[in-house]
């Protein structure tokens, strides 16, 4: 039997957030996950890379569109007014097209669980739950009232609460057990109840939530945490085993990630930098949040890495002239590329990047005005407040930029073509349609 359009079989896509290239090498050369290596031996599997900013919303959300983030026009998990308010952009903040609404104006029939940036979820025919940014399970989680009702009937749920493993790391694992086990329940069933879809996709967030919290368990496979690590990952290989059991031979499977993973040596705090070199001003007062910042301030930082100069055209505290603004942003950069850790002489900053050599498209103008990618190890920050420009976190991984992934069947060559997560989305979007 054939799906999907013409002489197209349906597409299969699993999204595992924030799962690098080298982790699933290392996870297929030491047996952990006999399924991906039967998958990676039969299609191809290889490194792709991220977005900048290397965020899971950025991610996706050019998955979603196959655009630049300057043409869909969000660059992060927050954001900043004109007035310095703090503000989390969602699904209606995207401008461009998504691979859903696409699908659904040519016909075609698919499910989408959980991925990030589809909240509020377009109210659409198709089989839509949002992910992560979604504050619950309920109607405007999902593309109509049928979605919620078998949702339900399988426990499913959105995302755990990260914040768990600060407090309990024990709780943490029982958490992500629980949710991970219910979306693949929930996936699993879909596939077998449901041989018609032209692309399924599930996302899971779970991957990332595991390695920011426990990637030093990788190191290891007795005891502790390396032994959860390991247990985790064999348990999801058992998912895929499942899936390609589903499915037999009628699909075309797919897997991706949208970033990379490395070990966090250490948090680095670059509004505090910014101060420090007289760039930036605030009141020591973080409830006020960038409220606190005081007039005659230049620039200032958003996670991941951006730093945005303060134009008098583009804030309304901004005090820097168009005249200024170019003398001033070369040398913010060229000062970043010279932070070092004070006690092992590393560099900070891999690389210092103007926005126009980053983005193009009709959004440019909100975009940061400096992005910055860092070694590996040191991930930016962006508090206001006292405190060190090194800091210690709870977490022990971080994105990276390089060493995403993507697996894709034998049938599935245009897509092997895909260079970063951007490219994966635009390829699949032509193949199904």
């Given at each position: 039997m054939i799906f999907g359009f013409g002489k197209s079989k349906r597409v299969i896509g699993i999204g595992l957030d924030g799962f690098p290239y080298s982790l699933a090498e290392q996870m297929i050369d030491e047996d952990v996950m006999p399924n991906l290596r039967r998958l990676a031996v039969q299609g191809e599997m290889k490194r792709i890379k991220s977005v900048f900013p290397t965020v899971s919303g950025v991610a996706w959300s050019s998955f979603l569109t196959g655009r630049n983030p300057a043409e869909f026009g969000v660059?992060?998990?927050?954001?900043?007014?004109?007035?310095?308010?703090?503000?989390?952009?969602?699904?209606?903040?995207?401008?461009?097209?998504?691979?859903?609404?696409?699908?659904?104006?040519?016909?075609?029939?698919?499910?989408?669980?959980?991925?990030?940036?589809?909240?509020?979820?377009?109210?659409?025919?198709?089989?839509?739950?949002?992910?992560?940014?979604?504050?619950?399970?309920?109607?405007?989680?999902?593309?109509?009232?049928?979605?919620?009702?078998?949702?339900?009937?399988?426990?499913?749920?959105?995302?755990?609460?990260?914040?768990?493993?600060?407090?309990?790391?024990?709780?943490?694992?029982?958490?992500?057990?629980?949710v991970s086990k219910a979306r693949q329940e929930t996936a699993l069933a879909l596939l077998e109840e449901d041989e018609e879809w032209d692309l399924f996709f599930l996302h899971v967030m779970d991957t990332d939530r595991l390695n920011h919290f426990l990637w030093k368990g990788r190191r290891g496979t007795e005891g502790g945490e390396d032994g959860y690590f390991w247990d985790f990952y064999s348990r999801l290989d058992g998912f895929l085993g499942r899936v390609i059991q589903a499915v037999g031979g009628e699909s075309e499977i797919l897997i991706c990630s949208d970033h990379g993973f490395c070990e966090l040596k250490w948090e680095v705090q670059l509004n505090r930098w910014l101060k420090n070199q007289g760039y930036l001003d605030y009141e020591n007062a973080p409830a006020q949040g960038y409220k606190a910042i005081k007039p005659g301030s230049r620039a200032v930082s958003l996670v991941p890495g951006r730093i945005h100069i303060l134009r008098e055209d583009r804030w309304d505290a901004g005090c820097v002239s168009d005249k200024e603004y170019g003398p001033l942003r070369k040398e913010i950069m060229d000062k970043l590329r010279g932070i070092r850790h004070p006690e092992s002489g590393e560099v900070v900053c891999r690389q210092v990047m103007k926005k126009e050599e980053v983005f193009s498209g009709p959004h440019a103008d909100a975009a940061p005005d400096i992005i910055v990618d860092p070694c590996d190890g040191y991930d930016l920050k962006a508090r206001l407040g006292a405190g060190h420009l090194f800091e210690k976190g709870p977490r022990s991984g971080m994105h990276t930029y390089e060493d995403a992934m993507l697996l894709t069947g034998s049938g599935l060559r245009a897509i092997q073509k895909a260079q970063n997560i951007t490219d994966v989305g635009r390829l699949i979007a032509k193949r199904v349609l």
């Open positions: 660059f992060g998990f927050v954001e900043l007014t004109r007035d310095l308010e703090l503000t989390i952009p969602n699904y209606t903040d995207l401008k461009c097209e998504t691979l859903w609404e696409r699908l659904d104006d040519a016909g075609k029939r698919f499910a989408a669980l959980s991925v990030p940036m589809t909240y509020p979820a377009p109210k659409l025919n198709g089989f839509l739950v949002s992910g992560f940014l979604a504050p619950e399970l309920d109607e405007r989680a999902v593309s109509n009232p049928d979605v919620l009702n078998t949702l339900r009937e399988h426990s499913y749920e959105i995302d755990i609460d990260p914040g768990v493993a600060v407090e309990s790391p024990e709780q943490f694992k029982e958490d992500l057990d629980r």
